[in-house]
């Protein structure tokens, strides 16, 4: 399994930009790269995935460099209800067991 | 429902003692999943369903712990003997297993605190 290495915590003013990035030297070929959020007392709740590039939804963008050594979950205009941990995951394509490390504390201050 | 249910959202108990634990999958869903969360650490796989077989139950701690899930739906999590160790947050997730963008939805969990 691949270990990724993510910044304990961080602190955000509202309405700045946030970039989470998320290192995973050893990811293998197939794995896709999946970042969850969790609110406190809440289960995680999936954001968003990719392979390589980038990829946007309605909540977040994820850059994934041509190596896929690292990627960037990136929130525009954080708000105080961004206030959560946010993990990355590599996940093999069609795999059923998620391995959770202990991601990024995100606080974000008025 | 619209999302994974579990009951009861808290549950108290003293050392010793045995515990159910009550998952309720987002119908469809054929795989389930159960998580131990212990603070300050990401969740912990315990235990994966695909229908209502135990396709990995590999990270079940030992054999106070067991999982069902008889009809394919419902699961529950057992766990004897409780120790004051097995106080955390247990987490169930459910998910469509087909193709290549596997979502696992997650319940609210259940607070286990043993004293």
């Known amino acids: 399994l691949a270990k990724t290495t993510q910044p304990i915590s961080m602190d955000s003013y509202e309405g700045q930009e946030v970039n989470i990035t998320c290192s995973h030297n050893?990811?293998?070929?197939?794995?896709?790269i999946t970042w969850y959020q969790q609110f406190p007392s809440q289960g995680p709740r999936f954001i968003i995935q990719?392979?390589?590039t980038k990829v946007t939804n309605e909540v977040a963008s994820l850059f994934i460099p041509a190596d896929r050594k690292s990627s960037t979950l990136s929130l525009p205009r954080v708000s105080l209800s961004d206030t959560a941990v946010y993990y990355c995951?590599?996940?093999?394509?069609?795999?059923?067991?998620?391995?959770f490390g202990k991601g990024t504390k995100l606080s974000v201050i008025p | 429902g619209a999302g994974v249910s579990q009951t009861p959202s808290n549950k108290v108990t003293e050392k010793g003692k045995y515990v159910e634990l009550r998952c309720d999958p987002i119908?469809?869903?054929?795989?389930l999943y159960w998580y131990r969360q212990s603070l300050g650490q990401g969740p912990e796989f315990l235990i994966y369903?695909?229908?209502?077989?135990?396709?990995?139950d590999s990270g079940l701690p030992n054999d106070r712990f067991f999982a069902v899930r008889p009809e394919g739906s419902v699961s529950t999590l057992k766990i004897q003997r409780t120790e004051r160790g097995d106080s955390a947050m247990y987490l169930c997730?459910?998910?469509?297993?087909?193709?290549?963008?596997?979502?696992?939805?997650f319940g609210q969990g259940t607070r286990l605190t043993v004293v």
């Open positions: 995951l590599p996940q093999g394509a069609g795999s059923y067991q998620l391995t």
């Open positions: 119908s469809g869903h054929t795989a």
């Open positions: 997730a459910s998910s469509l297993i087909q193709g290549e963008n596997t979502e696992a939805f």
């Open positions: 990719g392979y390589k």
């Open positions: 050893n990811i293998a070929t197939n794995d896709y």
């Open positions: 369903f695909q229908g209502t077989g135990a396709a990995d």
